[in-house]
T-cell receptor, first 116, second 114 residues
Framework: EAGVAQSPRYKIIEKRQSVAFWCNPI?????LYWYQQILGQGPKLLIQ????????DSQLPKDRFSAERLKGVDSTLKIQPAKLEDSAVYLC??????????????FGQGTRLTVV | TQLLEQSPQFLSIQEGENLTVYCNSS?????LQWYRQEPGEGPVLLVT?????EVKKLKRLTFQFGDARKDSSLHITAAQPGDTGLYLC??????????????FGAGTQVVVTP
């Protein structure tokens, strides 16, 4: 079974530029998450989708971050414009179904973003 | 938001020694998960515990869920260099609107030297 795919693996941009990350979840997984992991910290949930609908985006900085999940499969996360404090690893994860307890999330390798 | 506190933040031990890491909260969880994350990789699920007092074993790793479902521990026996990594706990709330929403602790960085 293929895992969660993310691209690119690494990205270096200057502040105020824009950047986009892509995620392809495990086939058949209805729930997709984007997490931000700053060095030395645990993952922080940015946004959660169930199929192509947003379930939770309460911690997404909406003035600069946006995400979409067209057709309920692939997802993109965009930052525009980027700030220095956005430097982090952006992790995508998927799970089988929201609404059932004992969620098991499967993570991609992440995209390491450096803003200079 | 349910806060998960992990301790210690960093642990360095010699191969063959035992170690325990802790995950504590003031909130009750319907389930709690442990992940291990290696450099440059995403977290990988190790175990899920759901019943208060539950103990699960995975080879040399023993996971325990507190009776009140507010805390958990991970014990590694005879640690090996391959156990090196960031150990993360993640909790899922008890209300139905919190199912599927994992809150992560900051992690414990474990280094096992030969």
């Amino acid at each position: 079974e293929a895992g969660v795919a993310q691209s690119p693996r690494y990205k270096i941009i200057e502040k105020r530029q824009s950047v986009a990350f892509w995620c392809n979840p495990i086939s058949g997984h209805a729930t997709l998450y984007w997490y931000q992991q700053i060095l030395g910290q645990g993952p922080k949930l940015l946004i959660q989708f169930q199929n192509n609908g947003v379930v939770d985006d309460s911690q997404l900085p909406k003035d600069r971050f946006s995400a979409e999940r067209l057709k309920g499969v692939d997802s993109t996360l965009k930052i525009q414009p980027a700030k220095l404090e956005d430097s982090a690893v952006y992790l995508c994860a998927s799970s089988l179904l929201l609404g059932s307890v004992n969620t098991e999330a499967f993570f991609g390798q992440g995209t390491r973003l450096t803003v200079v | 938001t349910q806060l998960l506190e992990q301790s210690p933040q960093f642990l360095s031990i010699q191969e063959g020694e035992n170690l325990t890491v802790y995950c504590n909260s003031s909130s009750v969880f319907s389930s709690l998960q442990w992940y291990r994350q290696e450099p440059g990789e995403g977290p990988v699920l190790l175990v899920t515990v759901v019943t208060g007092g539950e103990v699960k074993k995975l080879k040399r790793l023993t996971f325990q869920f507190g009776d009140a479902r507010k805390d958990s521990s991970l014990h590694i026996t005879a640690a090996q260099p391959g156990d090196t990594g960031l150990y993360l706990c993640a909790g899922e709330g008890v209300t139905t609107d919190s199912w599927g929403k994992l809150q992560f602790g900051a992690g414990t960085q474990v280094v096992v030297t030969p």
